[in-house]
Each structure stands twice: as C-alpha cells, then as structure tokens.
C-alpha cells in the first residue's frame, strides 16, 4: 500500500527562522493518496447536515471538534500507479516549488504530546538547514523493513548522513538507525527523483534520491523522542489504537476496565 500522506512545509526558510514562538504551524497539507482513498478526502471535508444537527442539539463541544481544522488548507493529489514513496513525493513537486517541505507517511505515528517528532525536526532545521532525517534505532531484525542512514555523530542525537540503504539484509546494514516516516527535504530532491531509477522492489525509492542528495548537500539524521507505532503492521496498528484509546481522558479509564475484564475472560 502506498503512502497516503505526504506533507509540505509552505513556508520559506527565511520566515521559517524568523521567530522562535511554537505557535507557528503547518498551513498546508497536500495529501497524495491513490487509487479507492477517497474516504480520507470525505473525512477532512465539511459536513453541513453533521453539522447543522450538532447545532441544533447545542453539541458544542462535539461542533468545535468539527471545525479544528477548517483552518487548516488541504489539498489532494492522486499518484496514479503505486511505483513507491519517491515517486510519490515527485507529485507533489507542482505543489512545492522551490521550498523545504515536511514529509509525514500516514503510517508511522509517533506519541510525544509535549514535542511532537516534527517539531523536533523543524528545531533542528532551524538551527543547521539542509534536510532533516526523523530517525529511531530498530532491532536488527527489522533493518530490512526500513531505510537505513550511516553517518558521522554530530552530537548526541544529530548524525550527518554520509550514506543510506533501503531495506538492507541484516548482514549488511550500515547500522540500525532506521528511517521512520518524518522528513524535512530541500527541493533539490525533485532534480534527484526524476533521475532515480526504480530501486528495491522495482518502486522509486525516496532513500536512493536521499543517498544522492548527501553527496551534494548537508542531509542530517535526527535521533528524534517518541514512542513511534508501525501502523502498517497489524500488531502495530492494534497497540496505536489500544493505547490512544488508553490515554484519552473521557474513555481512557473505562476502556481500561474493560480491558482488564476482557483479557481475564479470554
Ligand atoms: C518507507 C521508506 C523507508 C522508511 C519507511 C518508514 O518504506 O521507503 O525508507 O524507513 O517507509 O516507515 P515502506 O514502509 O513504505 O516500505
């Protein structure tokens, strides 16, 4: 399954770096879905009868949910074969122009309410430039699920990225720091990912446009905090929904319950 989301960073850099304040957020999101997603563009869209009827029972709270993110500008683009994640980021180059912008793939989740992963990334951004790499070590047995980054240390967290490989054999992984869904990416990817040949799979790979653009240009990897959940795998999914539902405060302690119940039954 492709990537659905995709997730540019519309500012230039120069505002980018312009003020400190965390208010400043994402203004817009371009989500590059395919093939029988529609249901993503039905669920960010508005809901007039939904609506209207909240208002009606004086749902306010429920209302408010609804319009968090009519701020928010969402634009959608299709790829039209599934020939893998740098090609899907080539869609997007129309969108972009000629900015830094922000990649998130809709199925890696990272839980830090106080520092989210891709603050954490713009931080690093802000302060070095170049491309940021959201990067966290994986057990050797799962190298081969991921892209991996080798690098020079920069500081605790920070490496230099000096090479990568997409989905390596154990035997012959650079390291286990792995690749996990965020990017900051300079534009300088698109020149890259039109002249990169499909790689592992038969599908364009985003690291093999990545490998190249550290040759030319400061790629950093970010060791970034966070418990990060692999929605792309079924148990991964399972625990994201166990455990959000787990720290929600209106249902967080009744599910709770019902758990304890529910695995003594079993
Ligand atoms: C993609 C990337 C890979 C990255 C991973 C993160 O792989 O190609 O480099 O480490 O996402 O989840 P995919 O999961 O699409 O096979």
Do not use: W
């Amino acid at each position: 399954m492709e990537r659905a989301f995709s997730l540019p960073q519309r500012r230039r850099r120069k505002r980018c770096c312009q003020s400190s304040t965390r208010r400043r957020g994402i203004e817009d999101i371009l989500i590059v879905s395919g093939h029988g997603k529609r249901a993503i563009e039905d669920h960010f869209d508005s809901a007039p009868t939904l609506e209207a009827e909240l208002r009606k029972k004086k749902k306010f709270d429920l209302l408010a949910k609804i319009e968090e993110t009519a701020d928010i500008r969402i634009h959608y683009i299709r790829q039209r074969y599934m020939r893998g994640l740098g090609d899907a980021i080539l869609c997007a180059k129309a969108f972009m122009g000629d900015e830094p912008f922000a990649v998130l793939l809709g199925d890696d989740v990272v839980y830090n309410p106080d520092n989210p992963a891709l603050r954490q990334l713009i931080d690093v951004y802000e302060n070095r430039g170049g491309s940021v790499l959201g990067c966290q070590e994986v057990a050797m047995s799962q190298v081969s699920s991921y892209g991996i980054v080798e690098g020079e240390q920069l500081d605790g967290r920070l490496m230099r990225v000096m090479d990568m490989v997409e989905k390596p054999l154990t035997e012959e992984a650079p390291s286990r720091l792995a690749v996990l869904g965020r990017y900051i990416i300079s534009p300088k990817i698109f020149e890259l990912l039109e002249h990169t040949a499909p790689g592992k799979g038969g599908e364009v790979q985003l690291t093999d446009a990545l490998k190249v653009l550290a040759k030319e240009e400061a790629v950093y990897a970010y060791a970034f905090e966070g418990l990060r959940y692999d929605l792309g795998d079924k148990l991964g999914f399972l625990k994201a929904t166990v455990e959000f539902a787990l720290r929600r405060k209106d249902i967080g302690e009744h599910f709770r319950r019902y758990l304890r119940n529910m695995v003594e039954t079993f």
